[in-house]
């Protein structure tokens, strides 16, 4: 698992240092768009060898070669799937895409909050529409990997639960699994649809989708994404319902709109959006924990919010996640972060005499739920 299909020199822009404080100090959009690139011109690192037998893990069917998922976001209109794949990554999730082509919020859109390494985004479902993202889809197909897409609907959509029954009856041939996204607080209104009544529609409708389509495209797991913002009693909702609809599984979390103490005092914790990275790691932990003990293995979470150190990932995964997802500390710690917390993950399984993760899935999630509410 070591970086080195490429040169040192061509490895150098997206692992070392410098370079990283270099992208630290350009505009954060050009710096992502700039990394982007990067991937697309193969300048990236690349994994070498597989993976360890022991850090398979299987999600509703899927089989990984790790744990370590791509979280939504990063490549929002699947320009770099298989750059990501040969990087390490188990998964990748693409998106969010709507079945129309959205500009966005105004920019700048995107804050780094650097002293705590967060990031804040309003970005707002910038992306090409359904119909360009699907070509580049279709046209990797063949590679195979897992890549699952990341659904949202557009912001002047009349009916945004039919945005997300088009986008499952469009992208069902290439996807590996569907999230439906109904946590992004950058599209005004769409978090309402995690309310009962509005949840309860939307997922009858879209486990209708992806039954009609399961004929002709196979089977995707459709999981549901939530916001850590949600109260305990909007998550027993949230579960009950997931859970009568039959949902295969959930992703926690998204970004919060709360801004912990640790962020008060930066300047930059005043811009509006969802906040991500270390800053989220404790709430989103925690919403993962709460998740667990509500689904009594119903289905399994897929954590997400403030990984960055294989202590972290485990941290998530002993709270009772499945699998894990990052996004933020990427654009602090460089891509090699995905090797040196999988190097951990085995670390550790190997000291512990353990044969898989799947052992320790939920191992903390009594004590977590019984702490007091993370500031
Ligand atoms: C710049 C940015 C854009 C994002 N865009 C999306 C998105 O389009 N859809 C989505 O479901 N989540 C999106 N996310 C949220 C991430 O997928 C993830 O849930 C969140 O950032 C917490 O993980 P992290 O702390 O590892 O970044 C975005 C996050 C960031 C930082």
Redesign the pocket.
Known sequence: MIFSRLSPLLRMPLVSGLTRDTLLKMDPEIAHGATIAALRLGLAPEQEGADPPELRTTLCGLELRNPVGM???FD?TAEVPDALLRLGFGMVEI??VTPRPQVGNPKPR?FRPAAADG?I?R?G?NNEGAEAVLRRLAARAQFGGIVGV?LGANKDSADRTADYVRLIELFAPVASYF?V?IS?PNTPGLRNLQQSAALDDLLARVIDARERVRKNAGDSPLLL?IAPDLTLQELDDVVHIARSRRVDGMIV???TLSRPATLREQAKAKEQGGL??RP?LRLSTRMVAETYVRTEGAFPLIG????DSGGAALMKIRAGATLI?????LVYKGLGLVEDIKADLLSTLRRTGRESLSEIVGADAATITAEPWPE
């Open positions: 979280a939504a976001g929002k998106g969010t995107l990031v985004n970005m479902f990341n999230t996204n992004s994404k979390a998204n970004t991500s990275g989220l997400v919010g403030g990984i997802q990052l996004y933020s500390s």
